[in-house]
C-alpha cells in the first residue's frame, strides 16, 4: 500500500478502518476520495451546524423575537414552519434532482439561499420591531426551511455516494460534535455580552454570522469529490407522487420507520415549551440566550461521538433509547413545577434541557442513518423525499397540537408528547435491522 497522507492517516484513526480500506455500498472508484471527502464533509458540517445554532427555531429566534417586542404566538409557529417548510416540497424536489449525475450542487446552492435569508433577517433584527418584523423573520425562516429541504435531499445521496456504510454515523457525529465545540464558544460569548442588558445590534451580529458560516459552508461541500450517479428513471413530480405511492404501499418497514420518525418529532416540539414552563417557574433568569446556546453546545459535545458510533452499530436501536430518554425527561420537565423549591433553579433546568438537546440530536442521527442505509441506491432520493414530505405532515398536526397548551396548560401538552414517545418506541422496536 502506498504511504498514506495526513488526511488517510486521520480518516484511518477515527473510523477505526484497518490495513485495507473497506468501501461497503460506495463505488469502487470513490474509495480512494474517502477521506478527503470525509473531512470536507466534516468541516462543512460543523459549520453548518454553529449556524443552526446561532439561528435556533428552538432557542434563539425566540429570544430574538421578544428583544423585537414581537408576540409570543410568532414563537409558537417556528418551529413547526422550519420543519414543515424543509419536508413537505421534498418529493417533487427529487424528481428534478435525479436528472443530475452530480447532485452536491444542490447542497451547496440552497445552503447560499439560506446565507442570503439570514442576511436580509439579520437587518430586520436590526431595523424593525413588533408584528411587522415578525411577520419578515418567519417570512426568511420559510424561505430558508424550502432551501433547507432541497439540501436534505442531496446531502444523504452525497454521503450515501462517497462514504461507506458503517463510517456515516461517526461522520455525522464528528460533524456534530464539532459544531458543538464551537457553539460552546459562541454562548460563552454571547453570555458575557448579553450579561448586563439585551443588545440588538449583537443579535444583529449573531444572525449576520450564521449567513457567513453558511457561506464557508457551501464552499467545503462544493470542494467534495462526486462521482457521477445513476440519472436512470428521471420522472416528472405527478410520476415521482405515484412512484412514492407504490413504495408506500409496497415498503412496511418504509411505513413503519416513517412512523416512528413522526412521533420521535415530539422530542423537538416540546423544547419551546420547556422555555416556556421555566420562564413561569423561574422568571427571566432562565431567558439567558447565553446559558441556553452553552447548553446546546456542551449537548452536541458530550452525546454526538457515542450517537455517532451507536448507530452505526444498530440505528434501529438508537431511535429504541432515545424514545426512551424523551419519555424520561419530558415526564420530569412536566412536573418541573411540583418539585422541591430546593430543586427548582436555573441549573437544574439546563440540565433538562441539555438533556432534550441531546435527545433530539440522537434521534435526528439515529433516523438519518437508518435511512441512508435502508433505502435502495437507485431510489435513494425518492426514500428521503417521500419520508421527508410525509414527516412535514406529522409536523403540521404537531403544530395544531400545540394549541392545547393554551387550554390545558403546559404540563398537560408535555404529557401528550411522552404518549407520542411511547408510541414512537414500540414502532421503533418493530424495525427491521439495516
Given at each position: 500500500?502506498?504511504?498514506?497522507?495526513?488526511?488517510?492517516?486521520?480518516?484511518?484513526?477515527?473510523?477505526?478502518?484497518?490495513?485495507?480500506?473497506?468501501?461497503?455500498?460506495i463505488?469502487?472508484?470513490?474509495?480512494?476520495?474517502?477521506p478527503?471527502?470525509?473531512?470536507?464533509?466534516?468541516?462543512?458540517?460543523?459549520?453548518?451546524?454553529?449556524?443552526?445554532?446561532?439561528?435556533?427555531?428552538?432557542?434563539?429566534?425566540p429570544?430574538?423575537?421578544?428583544?423585537?417586542?414581537?408576540?409570543n404566538?410568532?414563537?409558537?409557529?417556528?418551529?413547526?414552519?422550519?420543519?414543515?417548510?424543509s419536508?413537505?416540497?421534498?418529493?417533487?424536489?427529487?424528481?428534478?434532482i435525479?436528472?443530475?449525475?452530480?447532485?452536491?450542487?444542490?447542497?451547496?446552492?440552497?445552503?447560499?439561499?439560506?446565507?442570503?435569508?439570514?442576511?436580509?433577517?439579520?437587518?430586520?433584527?436590526?431595523?424593525?420591531?413588533?408584528?411587522?418584523?415578525?411577520y419578515?423573520?418567519?417570512?426568511?425562516?420559510?424561505?430558508?426551511?424550502?432551501?433547507?429541504?432541497?439540501?436534505?435531499?442531496?446531502?444523504?445521496?452525497?454521503?450515501?455516494?462517497?462514504?461507506?456504510?458503517?463510517?456515516?454515523?461517526?461522520l455525522?457525529?464528528?460533524?456534530?460534535?464539532?459544531?458543538?465545540?464551537?457553539?460552546?464558544?459562541?454562548?460563552?460569548?454571547?453570555?458575557?455580552?448579553?450579561e448586563?442588558?439585551?443588545?440588538?445590534?449583537?443579535?444583529?451580529?449573531?444572525?449576520?454570522?450564521?449567513?457567513?458560516?453558511?457561506?464557508?459552508s457551501a464552499?467545503?461541500?462544493?470542494?467534495?469529490?462526486?462521482?457521477?450517479?445513476?440519472?436512470?428513471?428521471?420522472?416528472?413530480?405527478?410520476?415521482?407522487?405515484?412512484?412514492?405511492l407504490?413504495?408506500?404501499?409496497?415498503?412496511?418497514n418504509?411505513?413503519?420507520?416513517?412512523?416512528?420518525?413522526?412521533?420521535?418529532?415530539?422530542?423537538?416540539?416540546?423544547?419551546?415549551?420547556?422555555?416556556?414552563?421555566?420562564?413561569?417557574?423561574?422568571?427571566?433568569?432562565?431567558t439567558n440566550?447565553?446559558?441556553?446556546?452553552?447548553?446546546?453546545?456542551?449537548?452536541?459535545?458530550?452525546?454526538?461521538?457515542?450517537?455517532?458510533?451507536?448507530a452505526?452499530?444498530?440505528?434501529?436501536?438508537?431511535?429504541?433509547?432515545?424514545?426512551?430518554?424523551?419519555?424520561?425527561?419530558?415526564?420530569?420537565?412536566?412536573?418541573?413545577?411540583?418539585?422541591?423549591?430546593?430543586?427548582?433553579?436555573?441549573?437544574?433546568?439546563?440540565g433538562?434541557f441539555?438533556?432534550?438537546?441531546?435527545?433530539?440530536?440522537?434521534?435526528?442521527?439515529?433516523?438519518?442513518?437508518?435511512?441512508?442505509?435502508?433505502?435502495?441506491?437507485?431510489?435513494?432520493?425518492?426514500?428521503v423525499?417521500?419520508?421527508?414530505?410525509?414527516?412535514?405532515?406529522?409536523?403540521?398536526?404537531?403544530?395544531?397540537?400545540g394549541?392545547?397548551?393554551?387550554?390545558?396548560?403546559?404540563?398537560?401538552?408535555?404529557?401528550?408528547?411522552?404518549?407520542?414517545?411511547?408510541?414512537?418506541?414500540?414502532?421503533?422496536?418493530?424495525?427491521?435491522?439495516?
Amino acid at each position: 500500500m502506498p504511504d498514506k497522507n495526513l488526511a488517510d492517516k486521520a480518516y484511518d484513526l477515527i473510523t477505526d478502518d484497518g490495513e485495507e480500506r473497506a468501501c461497503d455500498a460506495i463505488p469502487d472508484s470513490a474509495c480512494e476520495e474517502t477521506p478527503g471527502n470525509y473531512f470536507k464533509n466534516v468541516l462543512s458540517g460543523a459549520l453548518s451546524k454553529l449556524a443552526e445554532q446561532l439561528v435556533s427555531p428552538g432557542t434563539t429566534l425566540p429570544w430574538i423575537m421578544s428583544s423585537l417586542g414581537v408576540p409570543n404566538a410568532f414563537s409558537g409557529a417556528l418551529v413547526p414552519i422550519k420543519d414543515a417548510g424543509s419536508l413537505l416540497p421534498q418529493l417533487f424536489v427529487s424528481a428534478k434532482i435525479r436528472k443530475y449525475p452530480v447532485r452536491k450542487w444542490f447542497w451547496v446552492v440552497p445552503a447560499v439561499l439560506q446565507a442570503l435569508a439570514l442576511s436580509l433577517m439579520a437587518f430586520v433584527v436590526l431595523r424593525l420591531e413588533g408584528s411587522f418584523a415578525g411577520y419578515l423573520i418567519l417570512l426568511l425562516l420559510l424561505v430558508y426551511s424550502l432551501a433547507s429541504g432541497v439540501a436534505s435531499i442531496s446531502f444523504k445521496d452525497v454521503i450515501a455516494k462517497t462514504i461507506p456504510k458503517g463510517k456515516r454515523g461517526q461522520l455525522l457525529a464528528l460533524r456534530s460534535t464539532i459544531g458543538g465545540i464551537l457553539t460552546l464558544g459562541a454562548g460563552v460569548f454571547i453570555l458575557q455580552d448579553l450579561e448586563k442588558e439585551q443588545d440588538n445590534n449583537l443579535l444583529f451580529w449573531v444572525v449576520l454570522s450564521g449567513a457567513f458560516l453558511w457561506i464557508l459552508s457551501a464552499l467545503f461541500f462544493a470542494l467534495i469529490s462526486e462521482q457521477a450517479g445513476a440519472t436512470d428513471g428521471g420522472r416528472s413530480p405527478i410520476n415521482e407522487l405515484k412512484n412514492g405511492l407504490k413504495i408506500w404501499k409496497k415498503d412496511a418497514n418504509l411505513r413503519i420507520f416513517v412512523l416512528t420518525r413522526g412521533l420521535l418529532m415530539a422530542i423537538p416540539l416540546a423544547q419551546p415549551f420547556f422555555v416556556i414552563l421555566g420562564k413561569e417557574e423561574l422568571g427571566n433568569e432562565v431567558t439567558n440566550l447565553g446559558i441556553m446556546v452553552i447548553a446546546a453546545g456542551i449537548a452536541n459535545i458530550i452525546s454526538s461521538p457515542f450517537w455517532g458510533r451507536f448507530a452505526d452499530q444498530s440505528s434501529k436501536k438508537l431511535m429504541v433509547w432515545v424514545s426512551l430518554m424523551g419519555i424520561v425527561n419530558i415526564s420530569l420537565m412536566a412536573i418541573f413545577p411540583i418539585w422541591p423549591e430546593a430543586w427548582k433553579n436555573i441549573y437544574t433546568f439546563a440540565g433538562l434541557f441539555l438533556i432534550q438537546v441531546m435527545a433530539h440530536g440522537g434521534a435526528r442521527l439515529s433516523r438519518k442513518t437508518y435511512l441512508v442505509d435502508f433505502a435502495p441506491s437507485d431510489e435513494r432520493p425518492l426514500y428521503v423525499s417521500l419520508s421527508n414530505t410525509m414527516i412535514g405532515v406529522f409536523t403540521l398536526v404537531g403544530a395544531g397540537l400545540g394549541t392545547l397548551s393554551s387550554i390545558f396548560g403546559i404540563p398537560v401538552m408535555l404529557f401528550v408528547f411522552v404518549g407520542l414517545l411511547v408510541l414512537a418506541l414500540i414502532f421503533a422496536v418493530k424495525l427491521k435491522e439495516v
